[in-house]
């Protein structure tokens, strides 16, 4: 079965899900970390399904559909520090974490195997092009 946008990738449902229960976790974290930790574990997480959007818009192109792939496993693996980084503070348990972590793992070797298998992706024949639309109304006025 072919996508025909993003949305429906399973990686890009995956990473959602991991930025809204990262979203959900983070609001338990105390105020002092608002703009530091809390942001940038909402950024990174957030960030990962952004680009995958950005990938699958570049998909004409293998390099750059590869480019923003690999911005995406970026994200996930920055998002896995920050996950760490909130045990290590004490805002996260190990169990919250694990669960977390192996989302992130998840997401990264859906991404591995999209980057693996480019070609299948990309390439004009896989761009879905919008049907030719008249712009100009003429009409007959006598």
């Known amino acids: 079965m072919y996508a025909r946008s ?6 890009y ?7 809204q229960l990262i979203f959900e976790i983070t609001t338990a974290f ?8 809390t942001d940038q574990m909402r950024r990174s997480s ?3 399904g952004a680009n995958i959007a950005e990938a699958w818009a570049k998909r004409r192109y293998e390099r750059h559909f590869l480019s923003k792939l690999t911005d995406a496993d ?4 920055e998002t896995q520090h920050w996950i760490e980084t909130a045990v290590d503070c004490g805002y ?3 169990e919250q974490a694990a669960v977390l972590l192996q989302k ?10 999209m980057m693996s298998k ?5 390439g004009d024949r896989h761009i879905i092009k919008e049907q030719i639309t008249e712009y100009f109304i003429t009409t007959t006025d006598n």
């Open 30 to 37: 105390p105020r002092e970390e608002t703009f530091a930790l």
């Open 104 to 113: 992130c793992e998840e997401i990264g070797r859906l991404l591995g195997g």
């Open 118 to 122: 480019a070609p299948l992706f990309c």
């Open 74 to 77: 970026g994200e996930q693996l």
């Open 92 to 94: 996260l348990s190990n």
């Open 6 to 11: 993003f949305r429906d990738l399973v990686v």
């Open 46 to 48: 957030r960030a990962i």
């Open 13 to 19: 449902q995956k990473a959602r899900e991991l930025a």
